[in-house]
């Protein structure tokens, strides 16, 4: 890890503990996808363990509706992906709502996009003094605002997350699905100014916080 990253990841995690000392915590990393989101939050839960953190990682790829529902509108529709992709109800029922009330147990994750069938990871012993931190497209739109008490913002170029998307991916046949969709969102939900903070990730190695008129 970098040296610029971990000084960043450490003012953060300083940023947190301060404002949340005893309790616990929900946060979310939302961004574009290719922003980086997944490395972002890992790299950020590392740091706060070595604190001797109690984190929780979950990522909203492990709350998504089954496939016939996301792709009801089209499977290229860029209204279908920001609209029918997460399963809001499961996310709250199943991981929120029970970690914030201060639940010994919650799930993780229920359900495995990849086989399109129900999935049920969960996380036991949870002590009171708690971090969630949760990454995904979509985390600032109207159903889930008011549930984190902090989220952050990865800011990325489009030419950056299209050459991230490319190497993921290994072509770009969702692109337009993923842009348009995303766009959609962006104007119906400004995630950038509802963010806690705003980080500029173009350069992963380099993230830096961001602070102007816009956050």
């Not at 040296?3 to 404002?19: F, I, M, N, S, W």
């Not at 012993?125 to 985390?139: K, R, Y």
């Not at 969702?174 to 980080?199: D, F, H, M």
């Amino acid at each position: 890890m970098s040296e610029t990253r971990r000084a960043l990841l450490e003012q953060l995690a300083d940023d947190l503990q301060a404002a949340h000392p005893r309790g616990r915590a929900l946060v979310a990393i939302d961004g574009v996808d290719g922003a980086g989101k997944t490395t972002f939050a890992d790299a950020w839960a590392a740091v706060l363990r070595e604190r001797g953190v109690h984190v929780l990682r979950a990522t909203l790829d492990d709350f998504l509706r089954p496939r016939a529902e996301r792709h009801a509108r089209g499977r290229d529709s860029a209204e279908g992906y920001y609209r029918d992709s997460i399963d809001v109800a499961a996310l709250r029922a199943a991981l929120v709502e029970p970690f914030r009330s201060g639940a010994e147990s919650v799930a993780l994750g229920v359900f495995d996009h990849g086989h399109d069938a129900p999935l049920e990871v969960r996380e036991r012993g949870i002590p009171d003094h708690a971090v969630l931190l949760i990454d995904g497209i979509f985390l600032h739109q109207p159903e889930l605002r008011g549930l984190w008490n902090r989220s952050i913002w990865l800011d990325v170029p489009p030419e950056v997350r299209d050459a991230r998307l490319l190497a993921r991916d290994g072509d770009g046949s969702r692109a337009a699905r993923y842009s348009e969709g995303q766009y959609l969102y962006q104007t119906e939900a400004n995630p950038r100014r509802a963010a806690t903070i705003v980080i500029d990730n173009s350069d992963a190695a380099n993230p830096r916080q961001v602070f102007d008129d816009f956050c």
